[in-house]
């Protein structure tokens, strides 16, 4: 059985940090591409970044860029998200993703904004950041 457990998730205050974990069971994320996804109350879903282990290639959305780090363990079979310098606007909760990446070179800035394209999802971890 396919399963994305996301973990890592609490409240902090501005300025601090936090990192979620992805933790991945059923299939081996370095054939994936995996990426985390955060919605706001009364919000649209945001794609924030993404990771292709086949490309060796990381996206992020400006919105976090320069703040927030994706990485992959093959041995953990887990992504990370590693958030820093975070905002009040930072405030949602986060899943992650993932699909099958079949081709290599595909992955690019609209593939990490896509929802759709991604199969398996987590059910999310709550980040609250306090002002």
């Known amino acids: 059985e396919v399963q994305l457990v996301e973990s890592g998730g609490g409240l902090v205050q501005a300025g601090e940090s936090l990192r979620l974990s992805c933790a991945a069971s059923?299939?081996?994320?370095?054939?994936?591409?995996v990426g985390w996804f955060r919605q706001a109350p009364g919000k649209d879903r945001e794609g924030i970044s993404c990771?292709?282990?086949?490309?060796?290639?990381?996206f992020y959305a400006d919105s976090v860029k320069g703040r927030f780090t994706i990485s992959a363990d093959s041995a953990e079979n887990t992504v990370y998200l590693q958030m820093t310098s975070l905002k009040f606007e930072d405030t949602a909760v986060y899943y992650c993703?993932?699909?099958?990446?079949?081709?290599?070179?595909?992955?690019?800035?609209?593939?990490?904004?896509?929802?759709?394209?991604?199969?398996?999802w987590g059910q999310g971890t709550q980040v609250t950041v306090s002002s």
């Open positions: 993703a993932a699909f099958r990446q079949r081709i290599a070179g595909i992955i690019t800035q609209a593939t990490m904004e896509d929802a759709s394209v991604y199969h398996y």
């Open positions: 059923g299939f081996r994320i370095d054939g994936y591409t």
């Open positions: 990771i292709s282990k086949i490309d060796g290639t990381t």
